[in-house]
């Protein structure tokens, strides 16, 4: 059976914040007009990215105050990453620039009448409960032009443990930069001397080319108006572990069986959602890839320490009728074939074509969009107190503000201990009925998941035909 877990339940305490301050660079930094890449600007990273990290207390911090500790290591970060505490601003094109003003990263420190133990194992991972007193959204703070970038709240609890709850507007880092900069962060806040990756702006790596040449196609971009799942839906998260990963892997053919883990999930999450939604047989319905590009840029390389974007989200495109009626080694071929037509050319096309087509946003009709931030190592950043009990994303971000477009997999143990991925999921309260019931029939062994039954086959067709 999978493992689900339901709704989360509410968790009432009361938060008392310091007024916010800017903290600025420890050392002067220079003052400049700095330009994204063309892939940064885009308009679906024109958001702000909220994530959170739980800490106990721990004996060798005893005395400590974790607010002093980790401000006085984003001053020092600061000055290796200075770009961060100016402000974004808009030149003609829509093109985005960050003007180094020095202003800072706003940063609060609060104090909860909650202790760590009061959240329940469910309440750590997104959506997590009272975020709004966890990371306070002051006025102003949320636009994308002249607002500080990063937003940083230390809230301490009473058992001497603490929060560190974190915003930072996307055109500035994807999820591997702003793992960059708040690992310096806990270098420097642990007593160290320097970082052990310097940051490395760059941007003009991954820039358009002029004149811009289109030569790869771009369907993540096509626009299309948008169908939202409604505002009555289900929230579950699903943990897949070395078991459960071992059981959907038993579906797959001999040429499949080395399929990442990430791909096998996709495909299996990505039929099964399609089939609790019902759609009509003819939708085209899309999985958003989020993929990790740094790789594959040779001439020149990207050199680590770039904490800029470097993803793109290459779209794996069926009708519904196909998905469904073709057993799951059909969707894992189409995400293995955009996800590896990814490679450098893409990259340089992508760049060319978001500033030929006027930098749009992707598109979202009946798209399951997917990032895995598992490997991200939100959950080992250590700030003096340990890695979190648990850290990543705080809520479901894929989709804009409206959840139920995707999800993220996150890094998660079960109760053997045992590491796998946990995977958030928002759907209406039947598709949610459905959904479930299709995983467990991969983790049971259910042959009509091998091999379609007629008896199977006359239930998709009933499904397809749900208008």
Not at 59 to 68: E, F, N, T, V
Not at 204 to 229: F, G, K
Not at 336 to 362: F, I, T, W
């Amino acid at each position: 059976m999978a493992n689900v877990f339901n709704n989360q339940t509410s968790l009432i305490f009361k938060v008392t914040r310091q007024p916010p301050e800017l903290i600025t660079p420890a050392e002067p930094t220079p003052n400049e007009m700095k330009e994204l890449s063309d892939i940064d600007d885009q308009e679906g990273l024109r958001i702000h990215v909220p994530g959170i990290q739980f800490y106990r207390s721990v004996p060798s911090m005893l005395g400590m105050d974790p607010a002093k500790v980790i401000k006085e290591a984003v001053s020092r970060a600061l000055v290796l990453f200075y770009p961060l505490a100016g402000r974004l601003r808009e030149k003609d094109g829509k093109k985005l620039v960050v003007e180094y003003t020095g202003e800072g990263v706003l940063f609060t420190e609060a104090d909860a009448d909650v202790r760590l133990d009061e959240f329940s194992e469910e309440q750590l991972y997104p959506p997590v409960p009272c975020m709004e007193e966890l990371l306070h959204n002051y006025p102003g703070s949320d636009a994308i032009l002249n607002s500080p970038l990063v937003l940083l709240q230390v809230t301490r609890l009473k058992c001497g443990g603490f929060i560190l709850a974190h915003r930072t507007i996307h055109v500035m880092a994807d999820g591997t930069g702003l793992t960059q900069f708040l690992s310096a962060v806990g270098e420097l806040a642990r007593g160290a001397q320097s970082v052990s990756v310097n940051p490395i702006w760059k941007r003009e790596l991954v820039r358009a080319r002029n004149p811009p040449q289109v030569t790869c196609v771009h369907r993540e971009y096509e626009q299309i108006p948008d169908i939202p799942l409604g505002d009555d839906l289900v929230y579950k998260r699903f943990f897949f572990g070395p078991a459960e990963i071992n059981a959907l892997r038993s579906f797959l053919p001999v040429h499949l069986k080395s399929s990442s883990t990430f791909e096998l999930l996709t495909a299996v999450i990505w039929r099964s959602r399609t089939i609790a939604l019902q759609l009509h047989p003819n939708d085209e319905v899309r999985a958003r890839i989020f993929v990790n590009a740094r790789h594959k840029y040779k001439y020149p390389p990207i050199p680590a320490g770039y904490y800029g974007n470097v993803i793109a989200t290459p779209h794996a495109i069926s009708t519904s009728k196909k998905l469904v009626t073709n057993d799951v080694t059909y969707a894992l071929e189409l995400i293995k074939a955009v996800k590896n037509n990814v490679n450098e050319e893409y990259m340089r096309s992508l760049a060319d074509y978001l500033v030929v087509n006027d930098r749009p946003c992707y598109t979202r009709a009946h798209t399951f969009s997917v990032s895995d931030v598992s490997r991200l190592n939100f959950d080992l950043l250590d700030f003096g107190w340990g890695s979190p009990v648990q850290g990543g994303p705080a809520r479901d971000w894929l989709g804009g503000p409206t959840p139920g477009y995707g999800s993220f997999y996150l890094a998660s143990k079960n109760n053997k201990g045992e590491r796998g991925i946990l995977v958030p999921m928002y759907l209406p309260p039947l598709a949610m009925q459905v959904f479930v019931e299709e995983i467990n029939g991969y983790l049971n062994n259910d042959v009509s998941k091998r091999l379609i039954s007629s008896r199977r086959s006359n239930s998709i067709k009933r499904l397809c035909c749900f208008v």
